[in-house]
Each structure stands twice: as C-alpha cells, then as structure tokens.
C-alpha cells in the first residue's frame, strides 16, 4: 500500500484522527436515509399508486444493489485510491438521492434506489477500510466505537426523522435532505481521507457474478414467499444456495479470488463476523424496520408519533454507549456476547408481545432495554471482528467484515418482510398483531441460536483489545 499525495507528519497526524469522524458522518447519512423512509412506505404507495407492501421494494431493492456492489469497492479503492473512490461514492450518493426524490413512479423511484445503493457501497466501506488501515490495535476500540455510532443512530433517528418530514412537508424530503449533508461530506472526504493506493489485482468477474446471483436469488425467494409464491420462492432461495456453494468453492481455489478467505481461519472473526453475529444481525437488523409499522398498522398512531416513539430505543442505545467499554473490560467479550445475547433475544421476544398493544410506558420500557442491549452487542462484536486479526489481512477482514454487517441487516429486513407477508395480509386488529407477534418470535428464535456459539469462544478471546481483568482467571481454568 502506498499514498499517493505526501503530506507533511502533521497534517497527516491531524487527517488520522479527524478520518474516522469523517467516515462516521458519512455512515450517518447513508443510514439515515435507508431506514426513514420506513415510515414513510404509506404515502409512498399513495403517491405511486400501489399497495404498501409493494413499495417495501423500494427498501429491499437499495439493500440487495449496496451489498452486490460491496466487493467492487477495495478493488477500485485499490486501483485508483481511497480518496478518489470514497468522494465519488458521495458524489453518486447526491445525485441518485435527487432522482429518488423526483421520482413520479415506482419503477423510476427502485431504479434511483439501487443507484443509490450501489453508490454508497463505495463511500462507507471504503472509508471504513481506510481508516483501519491507519489505526493500531490499541487504537481499534475507540475508532470502531466511533465507527458504531453511525449504525446505532440513524436506524432510530431516521424514523421519527421520516415521519416528521412526511407530515410537515413530503416524503420526497427524506432525499433531498441528502444534499446538503452530501455535499459538506464530499469537501471532508477530499480534504481528510487519505490517498491509498496497493498494487493492481486482476478482478474475479466469475467469482463476483456468481456472488451477485446466489445473492439475488435467495433474496428473491424471501420476496416470493412473503408475496405468496411459496413453490417459486423456495426453487429461488434454493438456487441461490446451490449457487453461493458454488462460488464458496471457486473463492477458496482462485488465484485471484472475490475476496480472500483467509481471515476466516481466525476464530473471534468467523465468529462474530458470520455465524452467530450474522445470527445477531438478522434480528437486531428487523427490530428499527418492524417497529415504525407495527406502530402504524396496530397502534394506529401517526407517521411522526410513530416514528418519535423510536426515539426510547435511541436513548437506550446512548444510556449503553457510556458504559460499553468498561463491561467489556470488565467480563470480557465471551461473557458480554454470551450473556447480551440472550438478553437481545428476551427483548425481541418482549416486542413480540408489545404487538399485542401492550400500554405505552410497558411498550416504551422494552423500547428501552432493546436499544441497551442493541448497542452492546453490536460494539462487541464489531471490536472483536478485528481483536486478532493481523495488520497483513486487515484489508481482507474489512471486506469481509462489512460484507457480513451489509448481509445481516439485509437478511433480516428481508426476513422479517417475509415472515409478515407470510402471516397475514397486515390488515388492521388482530390479524395485524399476530402478524407481527410471529414476526418477533422467529426473529428471538434466531437470537437465542446465537448465544451456545458465543459461549464456545475460548475464555479471555480479545483480551489484549478489550483489556478485560476477568480474562486472566478465565485463562488459567483451560
């Protein structure tokens, strides 16, 4: 890896510890926008003319198109260096958010969407890969913290943000807010990323064609089933199984493969990258999509209230936040992982139950302790994913990292879409309840499945990262 503009030591000092805050804002504003317009489905469909279950492609088609395009983003930052590529991800970023926002169709609006979905595959991961790049393991619970902070937020913020804009003004603001925020991060990015550049790889077009289709197919199967083509959506979801079997094989034997496999080798990153944090992943990732439309459709209430009664997840987020590095120094990450998860799997399960509207200030107090739990455990194990992996393959574990994280989520907006669609047609009453109470019991279920993989991490895994005292008596009684 080389720079391709020398700074002076301070300056680069300086751009070292502003890049992460950089990155983060950027984070904030991609996220933002993909899950405010949640609340703003309904008057989406109005304005298109069609059902609110079919304007949820509006949401699942920006996720498919930002996780299919992911892997091209360290090949071109690579290739034509960090900088260049993370500043025309926000400058597509803007233009495809205008098109969204002067879309008079639905067609037109996914076409703007996947745009944009794309775009932003190359703006936060590359700023993402930049900056661990540059930060030492002492350094990494701090940068992932401030990392984290963008994925904790905006999931909360953008509801209430959307309802509010949807009322006060029109739903086409969600993307036109994008604009200004686009454009003073695009002056950051150019002034405080730095320029990194490796040496030119040949790009596996096989590995990454087959990755798009194992990809698109089992996501598509999810929308067939939830739609009720259950025969048509299983033949797709077992296609794209078949077919990612395949491209799992061709990465591990290409000379030059997709992504390099290697890093999987590490046990704290297979864990808490894929397997039990995707698991993680699924259901956390449904909660902030469930909750504006359960809100909606079964409280009744208002896009604005409805999204502002999100706002309790948020402060449960920020109440954690405060105490998050402590407890991991304190029992370590098997324990927190272990212990949390099964507390985020009570708490999903706990919502399950709020579909049933449960009074308000009950509903808001599993609010509360769900965006607490939440935000533990997506620091724990975004601190992990990278606790042993060394500097040489911190490129490849970045990549796959964020792959990971773009999965999960997508697989458990999709699920969950899925899993109503399947239950009930989302009408008003009960039939909506026990919709979206089936919806929050399958997601505890995979939550729960998490928590015996996290316990079969060895005791005190990460506690050079986490600098846990309790990682010493859990080391000697191996």
Not at 243 to 261: E, F, M
Request: hydrophobic share 55%.
């Amino acid at each position: 890896m080389s720079g391709a503009t020398a700074q002076p030591a301070g300056e680069r000092a300086r751009a070292s510890r502003v890049a992460p805050f950089v990155v983060a804002a950027c984070m904030f504003m991609e996220n933002l926008d993909a899950t405010a317009i949640v609340t703003a489905l309904p008057a989406m469909a109005a304005a298109f003319g069609v059902d609110v279950a079919t304007m949820g492609l509006g949401v699942s088609c920006y996720l498919v198109a930002a996780v299919i395009a992911l892997p091209l983003a360290p090949w071109l930052a690579d290739r034509w260096g960090t900088r260049r590529v993370m500043a025309g991800g926000v400058l597509g970023f803007i233009l495809a958010s205008m098109l969204c926002g002067f879309s008079d169709s639905l067609p037109a609006f996914v076409a703007a969407r996947m745009a944009q979905g794309g775009a932003a595959a190359l703006m936060s991961p590359v700023g993402r890969l930049s900056v661990l790049r540059d930060t030492p393991k002492s350094g990494l619970v701090h940068v992932i913290a401030i990392l984290t902070w963008p994925a904790l937020i905006a999931p909360i913020l953008g509801p209430p943000v959307g309802g509010l804009l949807t009322e006060a003004a029109s739903w086409r603001w969600i993307f036109f807010l994008n604009l200004p925020i686009g454009v003073l991060g695009l002056f950051a990015v150019w002034r405080h990323i730095p320029e990194q550049t490796a040496p030119r790889r040949p790009f596996d077009w096989l590995g990454f064609a087959l990755y798009a289709c194992a990809l698109s197919a089992a996501l598509a199967g999810l929308e067939l089933i939830g739609s009720g083509h259950p025969a048509a959506g299983a033949t797709a979801l077992a296609l794209g199984v078949g077919v990612g079997l395949i491209a799992l094989r061709h990465l591990r034997s290409a000379k030059a493969p997709l992504v390099n496999l290697s890093p999987m080798a590490i046990r704290s990153f297979s864990v808490s990258a894929f397997g039990a944090g995707t698991l993680s992943r699924i259901a956390i990732g449904a909660t902030p999509f469930l909750l504006p439309l359960m809100f909606q459709l079964r409280y009744g209430l208002s896009p604005s209230i409805a999204g502002a009664l999100t706002l309790v997840y948020f402060v449960g987020n920020l109440a954690t936040k405060l105490f998050t590095t402590a407890l991991l120094r304190r029992f370590g990450f098997r324990t927190i992982l272990a212990a949390n998860g099964a507390l985020v799997a009570v708490t999903v399960a706990a919502c399950a139950a709020a579909a049933f509207q449960l009074p308000l200030v009950v509903t808001a107090a599993i609010l509360f302790v769900a965006g607490a739990t939440r935000s533990l455990q997506f620091t724990a194990l975004n601190t992990l994913t990278f606790a042993d992996v060394p500097p040489a393959l911190t490129g490849d574990a970045g990549t796959l990292s964020t792959l990971a994280q773009q999965i999960g989520t997508t697989l458990g907006v999709a699920l969950a879409a899925t899993l109503l669609g399947a239950a009930s047609t989302l009408g008003e009453g009960d039939s909506a309840g026990s919709a979206f109470a089936l919806t929050f019991a399958c997601l505890a279920v995979i939550a729960a499945a998490a928590v015996p993989l996290y316990l079969r991490l060895p005791r005190g895994v990460g506690a050079d990262t986490s600098g846990a005292t309790a990682a010493e008596p859990e080391g000697r009684s191996q």
